[in-house]
């Protein structure tokens, strides 16, 4: 049985995430979407709620369990059992920062192999970044993220109000 763990910040999920995510379900017997709990980006989400909004996403795959961790990806996904970690490639950008980690990542942890899977080009734009800022100004994101997402963000932004824009930083090492 081959395991692999699918780590991310996903703040908030969107059809991007979802795309690698059903598509790494089909290759492994068993997937674990790992909802970094840490990062060093500013959040709109917090844990639990980045770790609900995927879970309600990926609700009808029965093969995927999402859930939150700390500390080294490497550590986490040797305590599932886990031999592989998938990552979505979208630019080339994507590609040097994923090298990088990779590198990172096969030296700290020698057995853990990553795979990485290209986003599918109508997803390509995509970042958590820009869904955040397309919907902090009032914009359209349908064709971003789920209907639940959406209503997260919305309420999301009616929580923080008319300001919301001074309290949410669009900051984005890669989302």
């Given at each position: 049985?081959?395991t692999?763990?699918?780590?991310?910040?996903?703040?908030?999920?969107?059809?991007?995430?979802?795309?690698?995510?059903?598509?790494?379900?089909k290759?492994?017997?068993?997937?674990?979407?790992?909802?970094?709990?840490?990062?060093?980006?500013?959040l709109?989400?917090?844990?639990?709620?980045?770790?609900a909004?995927?879970?309600?996403a990926?609700?009808?795959l029965?093969?995927?369990?999402?859930?939150?961790?700390d500390?080294?990806?490497?550590?986490y996904?040797?305590q599932?059992g886990?031999?592989?970690?998938?990552?979505?490639l979208?630019?080339?950008?994507d590609f040097?920062?994923?090298?990088?980690?990779?590198?990172?990542?096969?030296?700290l942890?020698?057995?853990i192999?990553?795979?990485?899977l290209?986003?599918?080009?109508?997803?390509?734009?995509?970042?958590s970044?820009?869904?955040?800022?397309?919907?902090?100004?009032?914009?359209c994101?349908d064709?971003?993220?789920?209907?639940?997402?959406?209503?997260?963000?919305?309420?999301?932004?009616?929580?923080?109000?008319?300001?919301?824009s001074?309290k949410?930083?669009?900051v984005?090492?890669?989302?």
């Amino acid at each position: 049985m081959t395991t692999a763990v699918y780590p991310g910040t996903f703040d908030p999920v969107h059809y991007g995430h979802m795309d690698i995510a059903t598509r790494a379900a089909k290759i492994f017997d068993h997937l674990f979407i790992a909802v970094y709990a840490r990062p060093q980006k500013h959040l709109l989400f917090n844990t639990e709620e980045r770790v609900a909004l995927m879970r309600q996403a990926m609700a009808d795959l029965p093969n995927v369990t999402v859930e939150s961790y700390d500390g080294l990806t490497v550590d986490y996904v040797r305590q599932k059992g886990a031999q592989v970690i998938v990552r979505g490639l979208r630019v080339t950008f994507d590609f040097e920062l994923e090298y990088q980690m990779a590198l990172t990542n096969k030296k700290l942890a020698p057995g853990i192999e990553t795979i990485c899977l290209f986003t599918r080009l109508e997803h390509a734009f995509l970042s958590s970044s820009i869904v955040k800022e397309v919907a902090l100004v009032g914009g359209c994101v349908d064709a971003m993220v789920a209907p639940h997402v959406q209503a997260a963000l919305k309420a999301k932004l009616a929580k923080l109000g008319k300001a919301s824009s001074e309290k949410v930083s669009i900051v984005s090492l890669r989302d």
